[in-house]
């Protein structure tokens, strides 16, 4: 079992930078794979980012692509979304999930643990 738990939303104005912080515990965290999702109003969830356990690959969506950095501190159980340059589309909430996986996850149906949600909101 993991548990994850998000921090860091809040209001930014557009152009602004937020660091979203998922703080894990449970299992061994090394050696699981972790993303980051978001929900906009009225639209379904989708895959934002994910980092493998070692850190060294990382996949983003096109919309985030140059904009968002996915990190990872094993030391502190903790995975970070890095968000800059935001833009109102990017509202949204952030989801953390986690899975027991050697390789980068891109899809929600491959994830077994999530957080409850951070929310971003970001003004024009």
């Known amino acids: 079992q993991v548990h994850v738990v998000e921090s860091g939303g809040g209001l930014v104005q557009a152009g602004d930078s937020l660091r979203l912080s998922c703080a894990a515990s449970?299992?061994?965290?090394?050696?699981?794979?972790m993303g980051w999702f978001r929900q906009a109003p009225g639209k379904e969830r989708e895959f934002v980012a994910t980092?493998?356990?070692?850190?060294?690959?990382?996949y983003y969506a096109d919309s985030v692509k140059g904009r968002f950095t996915i990190s990872r501190d094993n030391a502190k159980n903790t995975v970070y979304l890095q968000m800059n340059s935001l833009k109102p589309e990017d509202t949204a909430v952030y989801y953390c999930?986690?899975?027991?996986?050697?390789?980068?996850?891109?899809?929600?149906?491959?994830?077994?643990?999530w957080g409850q949600g951070t929310q971003v909101t970001v003004s024009s």
């Open positions: 980092i493998t356990w070692s850190g060294t690959t990382t």
């Open positions: 449970g299992r061994t965290f090394k050696t699981i794979t």
């Open positions: 999930a986690a899975v027991q996986s050697l390789s980068p996850r891109q899809f929600e149906y491959e994830y077994d643990y």
